[in-house]
């Protein structure tokens, strides 16, 4: 059986981008867990890009496969772009490249060298023409976006939505029930009019399909699986098929924040 | 601060290689972790490497970096390359692909699936005939390199040593002080004769540097850190500064083996 993978980081400008990236200075320590170093991306970085999607910032799973949104917020919008036919044409780059630890301060997000080196990150992948739509997730990912179409020589003219975080709804409702189901139809609303705006800039979809919206909560079919194509090379099936494999394990904070631990799958290992 | 990388498997016919790899039809789950997917190799695949060298399998930091030997056998083994003026032009694989769970029937290492694909490895290395000389770790890395040799047509011209595995001193003393000295003098020494076959047929090191044998101990340089341009792209400095960082936790064996628990070192986070 083939294992397609992803080749990463192969030709410039990718190169010195993933070799010389923002450390310490930009990105202070007492908001970035930067001991675990930058998470560049996910997708294709070969021009054949049609949507980009801006997420936020790398969390556990994220760290160990060295790809970002591989888990279920990464599902939730590989559902997105399935219903525009983007099932391969796509690629994810986030506002932060290390994974945010409490909260970040405006004079941080604000930086120009944070904001310079991301902003290079959306020349390479604007370089070719062929990004017909974009797609931010979040609010730092709109305000990421943002920035750098101000600094953007000339306008540019791609369709454009800023939607709520794919798990936005868990993280607002804090287990309750009734708030998740509110705050998941909301989400869904959301993306639903982000479709509208979206489809008909995309001349190039990967398969055309016709425009299915979503309904008040997820249904069959609105997860879709992160490919294979996307994870590097000779990783298991169980780390794309699924998340909650790895997690932040310890007594206390600091030891949480120093460890990662990853569980095989139960009925994998005999 | 630049951090160069390895970009990995980048062109054919290491492609193929990585994607369509033996699976538990040939490394059975009774003695192999498939679990933890394939590693393939570390160091130059763009045909610049002139020493080769043959590992067993990969362990627990080897399945996080995906790299093979990045722990203290290969700093062992990088002070060994460094002895022959070899900094940057080399390639290790192993013969397994996983982790050898127990111990390997003879049956299984006997595998010509197992065997070809190996060789398939070995071809590619070959291919651009810049390779002058090769070192295997242990005795499973002699015969997978016999058993390509005997496969191989025409005769090759290169120097050849099968050298006891780095960490073998270690695994034969089991915690005995005085039997783990004489297998490290002896282990030397036999590495010594080792650098003796194989130094005058290294025609193109990195560097031309006087042949110093070792001493009857590992002595200072005699371990050489693992070059950051061997790890992908973004692992923090930690992950190939040292080792100890990956092990494989667990109330019972099962557990153990579904499990690896990574620990950021001491004093990095604040």
């Not at 001991?35 to 980009?52: K, M, N, Q, T, Y």
């Not at 390479?124 to 990421?144: C, H, K, N, S, T």
């Not at 868990?170 to 909301?186: P, R």
């Amino acid at each position: 059986m083939a294992h397609p993978f992803d080749p990463g980081y192969v030709a410039e400008p990718f190169l010195t981008l993933c070799a010389e990236y923002p450390e310490a200075d930009v990105y202070p320590s007492d908001q970035f867990r930067l001991e675990w170093g930058p998470i560049f991306h996910r997708g294709r970085l070969d021009g054949s890009a049609r949507v980009l999607v801006i997420g936020q910032d790398p969390a556990q799973h994220e760290t160990i496969v060295r790809r970002i949104l591989v888990g279920e917020a990464g599902r939730r919008v590989q559902g997105l772009l399935a219903k525009l036919g983007v099932t391969r044409s796509y690629v994810f780059i986030n506002c932060y490249l290390y994974s945010v630890y409490g909260s970040v301060k405006a004079k941080t997000r604000r930086n120009p060298k944070l904001i310079d080196y991301r902003n290079r990150w959306f020349d390479a992948l604007f370089r070719g023409g062929q990004v017909e739509a974009v797609v931010a997730l979040g609010q730092a990912a709109d305000e990421a976006w943002r920035f750098w179409v101000a600094s953007a020589v000339p306008p540019l003219d791609v369709a454009y939505a800023a939607v709520p975080h794919p798990t936005q709804p868990e993280s607002s409702s804090k287990g309750d029930k009734t708030k998740l189901a509110a705050a998941t139809k909301k989400l869904l609303q959301n993306w639903n009019t982000a479709l509208q705006t979206l489809a008909p800039s995309l001349q190039h979809p990967d398969v055309f399909v016709p425009l299915i919206p979503y309904g008040d909560q997820w249904a069959d079919g609105d997860r879709v699986p992160i490919p294979e194509f996307d994870f590097p090379a000779g990783l298991p099936a169980w780390m794309h098929e699924q998340d909650g494999w790895a997690r932040r394990a310890g007594a206390d904070d600091l030891a949480k924040r120093r460890n990662i631990t990853l569980t095989v799958p139960k009925g994998l290992v005999a």
